[in-house]
């Protein structure tokens, strides 16, 4: 079975910093792994992905990933937060079941603050 | 990427009583899925809309309560039936791509009285 976890329910990061938005995961095989955001009152959206290749993946708004397979984690950076950053944070992982359909299951999300 | 729109963007009804939420694509997809995302917590799949054929249902849900239709490649409605206040939750279609991603719909706000 798959899991994703996303240890920290809220992260608050000032304005200009860099900021980590955490997530690990456990799959039975090669993981695929994505990241969305969801801005209030609207539906999520889709930041970047990671299927395979180079372990640091980039997306939108200027967010990347870093694919870490030792440590079985696929934490969300970006160098210079910005308040508009400030929403709520989904880290998925596709559950491979048979017919291939690529459903995903979420983690718990996490909620980032960027202070000004 | 897929555009997706949703009906009603939001409702609220009274317990007992159905709703229909209609999900409709720009572009014919194979995979459509319908998730729920109940207040302060993450997003979780109710069922897989198979085209032409029965959906398949994940662990807690069941057609009854939650009958799918999925006529054609653009289209689907989820029907949420004989409503409790637990039911009040976010509902959410998406659509999933040949490069592992899925987009999501603007989602239905459903409260239920």
């Given amino acids: 079975a798959q899991s994703v976890a996303q240890p920290e329910d809220q992260v608050n990061v000032a304005e200009g910093n860099p900021l980590t938005v955490k997530c690990t995961y456990s799959v039975s095989g090669n993981p695929y792994l994505f990241w969305y955001v969801q801005y209030p009152n609207r539906g999520l959206q889709f930041l970047l992905k990671y299927i395979t290749g180079d372990n640091l993946v980039k997306g939108s708004y200027g967010f990347e990933a870093e694919f870490n397979k030792s440590q079985t984690s696929f934490h969300l950076k970006k160098p210079s937060a910005l308040v508009s950053d400030s929403a709520l944070y989904f880290c998925a992982v596709r559950d491979i079941k048979s017919g291939g359909a690529n459903n995903l299951f979420f983690g718990t999300g996490t909620r980032l603050t960027v202070i000004p | ?113």
Avoid: H
């Fill in chain 2, 1 to 113: 990427s897929a555009v997706i729109s949703q009906k009603p963007s939001r409702d609220i009804c009274q317990r007992g009583t159905s709703l229909t939420i209609q999900c409709q694509v720009d572009s014919q997809v194979t995979m459509m899925f319908w998730y729920r995302q109940q207040p302060g917590q993450s997003l979780t799949l109710i069922a897989t809309a198979n085209q032409g054929s029965e959906a398949t249902y994940e662990s807690g849900f069941v057609i009854d309560k939650f009958p799918i239709s999925r006529p054609n490649l653009t289209f689907s409605t989820l029907t949420v039936s004989n409503m409790s206040p637990e039911d009040s939750s976010i509902y959410l279609c998406s659509v999933g791509t040949s490069a592992y991603e899925q987009y999501f719909g603007p989602g239905t706000r459903l409260t239920v009285t």
